[in-house]
C-alpha cells in the first residue's frame, strides 16, 4: 500500500469542471501502442503508461523550447495527480519531445506587463508543480534531452535522480541571476541539497549554466549517457529504484525532503507576495524585457 507524503496536497491550482473534461483526446487509436500501455495527452503533455512495468513516461511537447506558461504548469500539475492516483503508476520518467530543449523554465512572458493578480496566480502554479513533483510517491527520473535552465533546471533537480545526455551544446543551471531576478528559497534549498551549499552558492550568484560534463561533475547531474542510451537508462535506473519496497522507499524520501517541503509549505503566502511586490518593480520588468530582447536579437 503506497504511503501518502502529503495525503492532501493544496489542489488550489485546478479549473473547475470534472478531471474527465481534460485528456479525453489521449486515447489512442487501437494497435497503436501495445495492450499493456495506456497514454493521455493534452496540448503541452504527452503521457504514457506501461502498466506491466508501473512506469509512465511524460513527454514536453509544448515548442519551441517548452516554456513553462500558466497553461502549461496547470496541465503538468494534472497531469501529475493523475498519475499520482493511479495505483498502476510507481515510477516516472520526465522527458521532452522538443528537439535540443528540456525546457527553457518559466514561461518570461507571463511575468512581463501583467497584472498583479495574474502574478500570483502564476506564481501558484509554480508552487503547486514543485510541491507535486517533490513530495510525489513515484520514482521521478529526469531524462534531461536538451538544455535546461532556470525552471527546467528546478524540474530536473526536483526528480530523484538526474540523467543527462551528453551534448556540448547543452547547458543546465539556475540561471535567474543573469536576469536579474532571484531564485526564492525553494529554489535555493533544492539545488543545495543536490550539489551542497559552496556549489550552489558560487553557481546561483554568478548564475551559472553549467555545460554536460561540468554539470556531472559538480553533481547537478547524476548520469551522462549518449542520446541513444537515454530511455534505456532511464527505464533500468527506475526499475533498480522500484526493486525495493515501495514504504520504505517512500518513508525514506519523505524524511529527506521534509524539512524542505515543510520550510515552503509554512510561507507559501509570503513567498507570492513577495514574488508579486519583486516581479511588479519597474526595475525588474525592464531587466526582463531586456532579456528577452537579448534572446531575440541571439537568433538574427
Ligand atoms: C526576493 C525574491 C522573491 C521572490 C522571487 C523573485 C523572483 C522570481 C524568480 C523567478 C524564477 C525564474 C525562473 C525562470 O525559469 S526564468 C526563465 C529563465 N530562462 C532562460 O533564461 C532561458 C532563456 N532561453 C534560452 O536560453 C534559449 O531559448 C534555450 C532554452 C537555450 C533554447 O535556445 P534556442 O533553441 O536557440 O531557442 P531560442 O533562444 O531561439 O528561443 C526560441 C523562442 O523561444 C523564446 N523563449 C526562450 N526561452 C523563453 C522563456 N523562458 N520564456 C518565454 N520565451 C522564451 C525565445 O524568445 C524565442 O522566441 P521567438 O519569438 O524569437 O521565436
Known amino acids: 500500500m503506497p504511503v501518502s507524503l502529503y495525503a492532501s496536497p493544496p489542489g488550489v491550482l485546478f479549473p473547475r469542471g470534472s478531471p ?27 503521457v504514457e503508461l506501461d502498466t506491466s512495468s508501473g512506469v509512465a513516461t511524460m513527454k514536453f511537447k509544448s ?17 501529475l495527480e493523475k498519475l499520482e492516483n493511479d495505483r498502476a503508476c510507481r515510477g516516472l520518467i520526465i522527458t521532452s519531445a522538443v528537439p535540443r530543449v528540456f525546457s527553457s523554465g518559466l514561461d518570461i ?10 502574478y500570483a496566480e502564476f506564481w501558484r502554479a509554480v508552487q503547486e508543480m514543485w510541491i507535486r513533483l517533490y513530495s510525489s510517491n ?4 529526469a ?25 556540448p551544446k547543452y547547458i543546465i543551471g539556475l540561471n535567474e541571476a543573469q536576469l536579474g531576478i532571484v531564485a526564492p528559497f525553494w529554489f535555493k534549498d533544492t539545488f543545495v541539497k ?8 558560487r553557481s546561483l550568484q554568478l548564475g551559472l549554466l553549467h555545460s554536460v560534463p561540468e554539470a556531472h561533475r559538480i553533481g547537478l547531474v ?6 541513444e542510451k537515454l530511455q534505456e537508462k532511464a527505464a533500468a535506473v527506475v526499475a533498480q529504484w522500484l526493486a525495493l519496497p515501495d514504504h520504505a522507499r517512500q518513508l525514506t524520501k519523505s524524511m529527506m ?12 503566502e509570503e513567498d507570492i507576495q513577495n514574488f508579486v511586490n519583486f516581479i511588479s518593480k519597474d526595475s525588474i520588468q525592464k531587466s526582463l524585457s531586456m532579456y528577452m530582447e537579448m534572446l531575440k536579437k541571439k537568433k538574427s
Open 194 to 201: 543536490a550539489v551542497g551549499h559552496r556549489v550552489a552558492e
Open 138 to 141: 513515484m520514482v521521478t527520473v
Open 20 to 46: 474527465q473534461e481534460w485528456g479525453q483526446a489521449a486515447r489512442q487509436p487501437p494497435g497503436l501502442l501495445p495492450a499493456q500501455c495506456r497514454a493521455f495527452s493534452n496540448n503541452k503533455i504527452l
Open 222 to 227: 547524476d548520469e551522462v549517457v549518449p542520446e
Open 63 to 79: 515548442p519551441p523550447v517548452n516554456s513553462l506558461s500558466l497553461d502549461f504548469l496547470t496541465e503538468f500539475c494534472i497531469s
Open 257 to 268: 525532503r521534509k524539512a524542505v517541503l515543510d520550510h515552503m509549505l509554512a510561507h507559501r
Open 143 to 167: 531524462a534531461i534531452n536538451g538544455s535546461s535552465p532556470a525552471g527546467g533546471c528546478l524540474i530536473a533537480l526536483t526528480c530523484d535522480y538526474r540523467i543527462m545526455v551528453e551534448n
Open 109 to 118: 512572458n507571463e511575468m512581463c506587463g501583467k497584472s498583479r493578480e495574474h
